[in-house]
Structures are given as structure tokens and as C-alpha cells.
């Protein structure tokens, strides 16, 4: 994994992605350290590919969310006027701009942040996180900030990705579809059905950014269920496949250039789990969901933040 690269070394648009990046991060561990608990290695691992796909590699129009988010407004239906989707706070849905479609639900707070960082939602949007009546859910749905679709179970929010891109493609819309993975969805088989379907109908619109970090509830993945070697099983599914360092914006950006005519692209962006947190490396083992152990080592953690936010990327 490649070292932080020093800002004067950074062109204009990676500082901004970087400085979005740090952002996430600290953001996601002041609402961990306020709720003793939280996704907070997910924010670790994926706030890199989140502030490239959002500063960098997505064609999104401006947020047409409140800067506020709504109170949850009830499920969709003819008798629900009050209802609303998530997705626009990542635009308008026209033809030449790009769909982003968060797979795993339980990155919404890393997602929430990004909005923050991005401009497209207020900070203080993140005050309503996880509390009753509240749209800015902890396991994120279609109604809450930057979510289009339920998630549901692991592998699910692919296949309607998959059906999003495709009839996308059927009439003849130029933008992509964007999905945000985790490496754990790949022991699902909707996951590698979906694979099929998409190589096979030659639904290249879609793009798929994984964040490959090793990690799931159970703790190290290649003691749970190995996947390796992941990227040559995509390749035998069909699919058009680049493994980059997921802490490098410049990669990340460039990844979509290699994608090919007929194929779907998958990303694995292999990341690390305590990426710029530095205090996760002492938890060792499962770091899934993170819940202070005391109020010593809470306070450790407060500290840290303290620092982050001083010493800024």
C-alpha cells in the first residue's frame, strides 16, 4: 500500500479529493466518539474512493436535496405525497449524467459525510444521525441522503444496479452507472448471478468501485472465506477488471479509462482498514463495527481527533 503523498506534490484536484478524504474521516470519528460506537473502519477504508468518485469521476448535477435532510417521510405510495428518495442529493436524473448506487447500507455515515464534504449537505444534517424520525439512518435506505435504492441484504443493490444501467443502455443514455461495493458481497451468489447477466448482455454503462479491505463481521476475511484471487474470477465472469491502491486518488481517477467496449468494469481498490486513524491498528482482529472498550480509550480516540483536525491532510 503506498504512502500518503505529500500535498505540494499534489496537482490541484487531488489536494481537493484529499482534503475531502480527511474530511470523512474525521467526521465519521467525531460521530463514533459522540455514539461510543460506529462503522468507523469502513470510513477509513473507503473515504479515499468516495472523495475520487465524488470530486473526480462522477457526472452529477447539484444536490436537489434540503441542505436539512427531512424527517422520514413514511414508505413510497400513491397516498404518501410527503415521500422522497434519497438520490437527490446526488442531482437531477437526465441522460448524460451518471447514477450512484451505494450497495453495502452500513457505509451510509461515510456516505453522509462525503455530502457534507462535498457541499451537498449541511454539517449539521449529520446532528440528526441515527436518531428517531430521522432520515439519516445508520443502515441507510432509499430515503435517506445520497441512498437511491434499499440495499437489503449483501448482493441485492447490484442486481438493481444492473437493471438500472441496462435499460439505461436500451435507450441510449450516455451516463454511467456508478455502484460502490464492499468485498464481502462477493460471497454472495446474487452477486456473481448478477455478474453473469451483465457480461452476457454486454452492460458496459456500469461501473463497480469495491473497497477490498479484508474485513467482515466475522473478522479477516481470508480466515472467514478467501476470495483471492478475486480479480481472476471477475476476468472468468466477463468482466473488465483494474486493481488499483484505494488510497491513491490519481489511480482511482484513471480506473475508468481502462474499461473496454462490451465489458462492465469492476474496480478492487484494496484499502486499509485504519487508514488514517492510527489507533484502529491497536484493536487488531475485527474491526467491523468499532465500540469503545472504556472511557480511556474513548478519550484516546478524542485525542486523536483533536490532532487530525489540527495537522488538517
Known amino acids: 500500500m503506498a504512502k500518503p503523498i505529500a500535498p505540494e506534490l499534489m496537482t490541484p484536484w487531488q489536494q481537493q479529493t484529499q482534503r475531502v478524504a480527511h474530511g470523512i474521516r474525521c467526521r465519521v470519528l467525531d460521530l463514533t466518539i459522540q455514539h461510543n460506537g460506529g462503522y468507523l473502519s469502513q470510513a477509513c477504508s473507503s473515504a479515499d474512493i468516495l472523495a475520487t468518485l465524488y470530486t ?61 464534504e462535498t457541499g451537498r449537505l449541511a454539517p449539521e444534517g449529520l446532528g440528526q444521525f441515527n436518531q428517531d424520525g430521522s432520515s439519516v439512518e445508520m443502515i441507510g435506505a432509499e ?8 440495499g437489503g441484504s449483501f448482493g441485492q443493490a447490484l442486481a438493481q444496479a444492473a437493471g438500472i444501467a441496462a435499460a439505461r443502455k436500451l435507450r441510449g443514455e450516455t451516463g454511467f452507472v456508478y455502484v460502490f461495493m464492499s468485498d464481502g458481497e462477493f460471497q454472495e451468489g446474487q452477486t456473481w448471478e448478477t455478474l453473469l447477466t451483465v457480461a452476457f448482455h454486454k452492460v458496459d454503462n456500469l461501473r463497480v468501485f469495491v473497497d477490498v479491505n479484508g474485513q467482515q463481521v466475522d473478522g479477516r476475511m481470508d480466515k472467514v472465506l478467501n476470495l483471492e484471487p478475486l480479480q481472476a474470477k471477475l476476468e472468468a465472469f466477463g468482466m473488465r477488471v483494474v486493481r488499483v491502491d484505494g488510497h491513491d486518488p490519481a489511480v482511482l481517477a484513471e480506473a475508468p479509462e481502462h474499461s473496454k467496449p462490451g465489458q462492465p468494469l469492476v474496480v478492487l481498490a484494496y484499502t486499509q482498514t485504519f487508514r488514517g486513524i492510527e489507533s484502529l491498528r491497536d484493536r487488531g482482529g475485527n474491526l467491523h463495527y468499532i465500540r469503545f472498550r472504556d472511557e480511556a480509550e474513548r478519550q484516546r480516540y478524542r485525542d486523536e481527533l483533536r490532532a487530525m483536525r489540527a495537522r488538517g491532510v
Open 56 to 116: 473526480r469521476v462522477m457526472r452529477l448535477g447539484p444536490s436537489q436535496g434540503p441542505r436539512l435532510p427531512r424527517p422520514y417521510p413514511g414508505p413510497p405510495g400513491a397516498d404518501n405525497p410527503a415521500y422522497f428518495n434519497g438520490r437527490i442529493y446526488n442531482g437531477p436524473i437526465a441522460p448524460d449524467l451518471d447514477r450512484f448506487i451505494l450497495s453495502p447500507s452500513h457505509y451510509a455515515l461515510a456516505l453522509y459525510a462525503t455530502l457534507v
Open 143 to 150: 430515503h435517506s441522503p445520497g441512498i437511491e435504492i434499499a
